[in-house]
């Protein structure tokens, strides 16, 4: 690996603003729509199948590498999906999400390691391939975090019922 000053500075930078943006990203409870529970799950899951199909054709032996980038993203996403608060909205079928210590910890360090990886691999014939894999990981973790949730709701609702 090149640890270069420069690479150094580029991922302190970028550590430090990942930091602060999931700070006040996450430091507040938000309101989910039940019916738009699907829409970052399908954006990544486009993503992922973009990378897929830019990096596949090119090296067909990523795609068991991208089967075990989704199965570590899936209990990754369960495990947030139960870390945060998740309660009833005031209106019917909206969840308010409240983070946590921990689950903003996961989300941190996720993202440390792709920034890792993309500054101190930057130019490494590997990186299409470690790139694509993160997206696969994060469209696991995104179904996964939000089905978890969706399931929450669900049970939290037909409890009161």
Not at 36 to 43: E, K, T
Not at 74 to 94: A, S, T
């Amino acid at each position: 690996m090149d640890f270069t000053l420069e690479r150094s500075l580029i991922f302190v930078a970028l550590a430090t603003l990942t930091l602060v943006l999931a700070y006040l990203y996450q430091r507040r409870e938000r309101v989910q729509r039940v019916r738009g529970v699907w829409i970052w799950p399908a954006l990544f899951i486009l993503l992922a199948a973009q990378a897929t199909f830019r990096e596949l054709p090119k090296d067909p032996q990523l795609l068991p590498w991208l089967g075990i980038a989704f199965l570590i993203g899936i209990p990754i996403g369960i495990v947030r999906g139960f870390v945060f608060d998740v309660r009833e909205g005031d209106k019917p079928g909206e969840i308010r999400l409240r983070p946590t210590l921990v689950s903003g910890a996961i989300y941190v360090l996720v993202f440390y390691c792709n920034e890792f990886v993309h500054v101190f691999k930057y130019g490494d014939p590997n990186l299409g391939r470690f790139s694509c894999a993160f997206m696969v990981m994060t469209a696991g973790n995104s179904i996964a975090v939000n089905l978890t949730r969706l399931l929450r709701y669900r049970a939290m609702t037909a409890a009161k019922r």
